[in-house]
């Protein structure tokens, strides 16, 4: 069994076998709201993308983002920028995009969509 889970800021852990066995881990992760999403890629890129293809209250979640793209990704975000928006299930591609230009810092992302 790993180490019991460690106290988080803001939480309250009381050491209790049933909790423990489920081997939790904790990890920084950053989560925005869609707006945020769209302000945020104002600023960076002088457009607003939103999100398409997203149900409201909704979460989506882009794991072990880490500023790596391929030339095809450029070009998707690209289009992406010419057309306003990207698909939820793309977005991974302008957090990568961002983590590169060093705006944003590598890691695990949450959008939550509320409309």
């Keep these: 069994m790993s180490e019991p889970v460690q106290h988080v800021p803001g939480s309250a852990y009381v050491a209790n076998p049933a909790t423990d066995s489920f081997d ?3 990890r920084t992760c950053f989560q925005m709201s869609d707006s945020g999403f ?11 993308l939103e999100l398409f293809d997203s149900n409201n209250d909704t979460n989506h979640e882009f794991r072990g983002i880490d500023g790596q793209l391929y030339a095809s990704d450029e070009k998707l975000i690209e289009r992406a920028l010419e ?21 944003l810092p590598k890691g695990d992302y949450f959008v939550r969509v509320s409309w």
């Design 24 to 26: 939790l881990d904790v």
């Design 38 to 48: 769209e302000s945020g890629t104002l600023a960076a890129y002088g457009k607003r």
């Design 83 to 103: 057309r306003g928006g990207i698909e939820c299930h793309l977005a991974y591609l302008v957090f990568n995009d961002l983590v590169r230009k060093g705006i």
